[in-house]
């Protein structure tokens, strides 16, 4: 038996498989474990493409090579961990937190080239990379980092080992990355998919149809894409109210309170919770961070049957849907400012989800017609002629990001930055079409971006030293590699330009509304049309008479969350998603920490009251809470029935103390004494026991007598 055959052989034992399909047959045939050539596996879902890297990875691994696995999600980070369980009897798999000891490291695109670019060393001990869902170098933004984690494997000398589902140009990629190509028809997908329209443009009601046909043939479990937050949710709960009870809402609720660490549930997470108790779901970026996770978890395990989602599950989550159906085939693009058809390369994607043969042998993908021109773009969708795919760094934001990144990394000179550009698909792109029309010209592109970063500030030239960042371009970077957020960099320029014209440190609401104006992914989701309270009164004694949502977002943070409102009356009240409300103040009170760096910067005095808005903004809390906060296992809700304690009792008698929190605390402690006060304090107020209460007191006696 060949050394090939043997190593087959062994894999298909350890993962209990009786034989090859054609993908990896084909993969085979063409040289994947004979030769050292980079391949691009272009196979429907399902098809067999991860097994066919998976044989190359086993050969690396057998060779004493280590091996990364790119990803373009944090989210399929662990499901891909205990995929790969069966090599961890002889190898060490990490999921990216420890590089330098691992076998396999399995990491995001993004998680990876900055690794990669800061720290050299770490990439040469990698001989072998597998790039899954390569697709996505169709997305704006995760295309640009797989993109940019691409062009470092080459420039390393890594091989790689390309999957996609889908790939319109795939024989120029394939020219770009050196590759061999092998291409899967459709036909062999293990489960084929059976996909049709449904034509509700006559019905009065679309939904309540689709409801209908839904139950009535037994299509879940379904996955069902929504263009909108919003119609996500109504949906959802549109269904769940149709069906009987799936399990206990109590049982729900528990899980809820263990999941958000709070028991005052928003209006958002009540309906989540009444689908679920139906088995239904929605998914979308107005919950939080541990709530999608929980939906993914509950959906993976088949305990829920229908989850509405946004496009954001499009990508390479491994679900038991049996169905897809896609009900909007527009959606609003924020770039164009307008209603933008669904394009072919995410309705593959979506449609991908379907019919998964670890989960069952059945799929179905369904595309809802449901107005005047939908019926036109199902045949589009059908048709599969997929959109060419462009290198995302022509966006002149990400190709200056690019240009920092690489200074920001040690590539000062102009010929190692060049030398980046020229491995990208970029360039291969561009070189085509000089050939063409003769208009490209990468050198120039270069000096053009970094001479906008030089004239804004980020970089700045020194002749032979080459390129250094400047301290705007400094604090930036530092910032953007800290966070996964696509902030752009024309807000950091103009934060810079404010602290110039101000000349001093903002310390309240204003500066909270110019980071959510500025940076607009830190925006909330509004709940709907209606007004918050008092909105309207507050903005208009600050000229500002257009209410959107930078404005709703900086009200809700600043008298909501740092007034220690609870999330589910800053959802009633300030009319915003409170269920993501922590998320978003931890970004914004990232970038309070930006706007103290540039503030160091220009040998501004940082005053204690931005520290103190710091802290309030950091913990959700009012400024007399902000000490109590800090002491560990204190959190806000816990402070809040502190605050309430001495407002509505020791500032009234027989106590009448004044003055803030920590003052009448302190008063009491000096005319009453320490066990007196201890006393007072155990037991006296919802969750403070006898150790929270010491806590409390330990401060009160430190800052005493200070």
Not at 142 to 147: A, I, K, M, V
Not at 247 to 262: A, D, M, Q, W
Not at 312 to 335: H, M, Q, R
Not at 464 to 488: C, N, R
């Amino acid at each position: 038996m060949s050394k090939i055959q043997g190593i087959v052989k062994e894999l298909l034992q350890l993962k209990r498989i009786k034989k090859l399909w054609p993908a990896q047959e084909k993969a085979i045939q063409r040289g994947l474990l004979e030769t050292k050539d980079n391949f691009v596996i272009i196979a429907p879902t399902s098809a067999g493409k991860t097994l066919a890297a998976e044989l190359a990875m086993f050969q690396a691994l057998k060779q004493g090579k280590r091996v990364l696995y790119l990803l373009p999600m944090q989210a399929l980070i662990s499901e891909k961990v205990r995929e790969f369980n069966y090599l961890s009897t002889n190898y060490k798999v990490s999921d990216g937190s420890k590089w330098d000891e691992a076998n396999v490291v399995i990491a995001t695109f993004e998680s990876f080239y900055r690794a990669a670019l800061l720290n050299p060393d770490v990439v040469r001990g990698f001989g072998f990379a597998v790039v899954d869902e390569f697709h996505v170098l169709y997305d704006k933004f995760r295309g640009f980092s797989l993109e940019k984690a691409i062009t470092l494997l080459k420039l390393n000398g890594i091989r790689m080992i390309c999957l996609s589902a889908t790939f319109e140009d795939r024989r120029e990629v394939a020219g770009w990355l050196n590759a061999k190509l092998v291409e899967i028809p459709e036909e062999m997908r293990a489960i084929k998919l059976e996909q049709t329209t449904w034509d509700l443009s006559k019905e009065a009601n679309p939904m309540k149809k689709i409801y209908q046909e839904i139950t009535a043939k037994n299509l879940k479990p379904c996955l069902i894409f929504c263009s909108k937050k919003d119609s996500a949710r109504s949906r959802a709960l549109e269904l769940s109210r149709v069906l009987r009870e799936g399990k206990s809402r109590n049982e729900v609720t528990r899980i809820f309170y263990e999941k958000l660490g709070r028991q005052q549930l928003t209006q958002l997470e009540q309906d989540l919770i009444e689908c679920m108790a139906k088995r239904v779901a929605f998914h979308h970026s107005g919950l939080s961070s541990q709530l999608k996770a929980l939906v993914e978890e509950k959906f993976r395990s088949s305990e829920l049957d229908y989850l509405f989602a946004t496009t954001s599950l499009a990508y390479g989550v491994n679900f038991p849907a049996k169905t897809v159906i896609i009900c909007d085939l527009t959606f609003w693009d924020p770039e164009t400012e307008r209603q933008t058809d669904v394009p072919v390369y995410l309705y593959i994607q979506m449609a991908g989800r379907a019919g998964r043969p670890q989960f069952g042998k059945e799929g179905y993908v369904i595309i809802v017609a449901k107005g005047r021109g939908d019926a036109e773009r199902t045949k589009v969708y059908l048709e599969a002629k997929l959109e060419k795919a462009y290198s995302r760094i022509v966006h002149d934001d990400l190709f200056r990001k690019a240009i920092l990144e690489l200074v920001y990394s040690g590539r000062t000179k102009d010929d190692q930055i060049l030398d980046f550009f020229k491995a990208t698909f970029f360039n291969f792109q561009g070189t085509a079409t000089k050939e063409r029309l003769g208009k490209f010209d990468l050198q120039r592109n270069v000096k053009e971006h970094a001479q906008y970063l030089e004239d804004a500030g980020f970089l700045g030239y020194y002749g032979g030293a080459g390129f250094a960042l400047k301290d705007l371009g400094k604090v930036t970077l530092e910032f953007l590699f800290q966070t996964f957020v696509q902030h752009e960099l024309t807000p950091f320029q103009n934060l810079d330009k404010y602290l110039e014209e101000t000349k001093e440190m903002k310390t309240g609401f204003d500066i909270i509304y110019k980071l959510t104006k500025d940076f607009v992914e830190t925006n909330l989701s509004r709940t709907g049309r209606d007004k918050a309270r008092d909105i309207d009164d507050f903005f208009e004694k600050k000229g500002i008479d257009k209410l959107s949502a930078p404005e709703y977002t900086a009200y809700a943070i600043y008298f909501g969350w740092m007034g220690n409102f609870r999330e589910d009356v800053i959802e009633t009240d300030f009319k915003v998603y409170a269920s993501q409300i922590r998320d978003v103040a931890n970004e914004l009170f990232r970038l309070l920490e930006v706007y103290e760096a540039l503030a160091r910067k220009r040998n501004l005095t940082i005053p204690d009251k931005f520290e103190v808005l710091k802290d309030r903004l950091r913990h959700g809390v009012r400024e007399d809470e902000v000490p109590f906060v800090k002491l560990r296992g204190i959190e806000r809700d816990i402070v809040r029935g502190l605050y309430d304690f001495g407002r509505d009792t020791l500032a009234k008698p027989p106590f009448e103390l004044k003055g803030t929190l920590l003052e009448k605390l302190i008063e009491h402690y000096k005319k009453s004494g320490e066990r007196k006060t201890f006393t007072l304090l155990s037991g006296k107020i919802e969750h403070i026991g006898d150790v929270r209460a010491r806590k409390i007191v330990d401060l009160i006696k430190s800052k005493a007598s200070s």
